[in-house]
């Protein structure tokens, strides 16, 4: 076999540097995933990457203070669709069509749509920045345990609570 001459051109950065996490973590606020992001060739690769995230690394290090730069990217990206999901919720064109006849109709793949993309952002939200995330603690024993209630179910007995206190107060006919 034989030996390599000079340097070799190719291969991915394995050394953090400032330049390198910059770019990076403003790839991740431009909406790109951290899986896109790992497949470009100028790029850290994946392990590389997992690698700076999960070391304890000495003060000075750059990878020390990548890791308070991913922090605060994650928080804004989090932030970012929490945005998204406003405009998603806010956009209303396309959400009724004609029938045959003219009538208006909705619109339910639209509709459908729109829902499943604000539940994926809704679940990402939730992973990034987990004090926005729906849990109840139940006390009573040594831990908490956390309960997930879906939106819907925790409005549902909302609206039964109020519908059983309007019964319970209202006026009776004479």
Known sequence: MAARKGKSKGGRPTVCTPE????????????ESLRSICTDQAMPARQTLLNWLSGSWPEGDPRREFLGQYARAREVQ???????IIE?????????????????????????RDRLKIDARKWVISRLLP???KKLALEGGKTPIPVDLPVREMARSQAHWNLRQTQLTAPTAP
């Open 20 to 31: 390198l996490t910059h770019v990076l973590c403003f790839r991740l606020l431009d909406g």
């Open 78 to 84: 989090a932030e970012l669709y929490a945005d998204d």
């Open 88 to 112: 998603i919720a806010d956009a209303d064109d396309d959400d009724v069509l004609e029938d045959a006849k003219g009538n208006p109709v909705p619109n339910t793949a639209r509709l459908n």
């Open 131 to 133: 004090r926005f995330a």
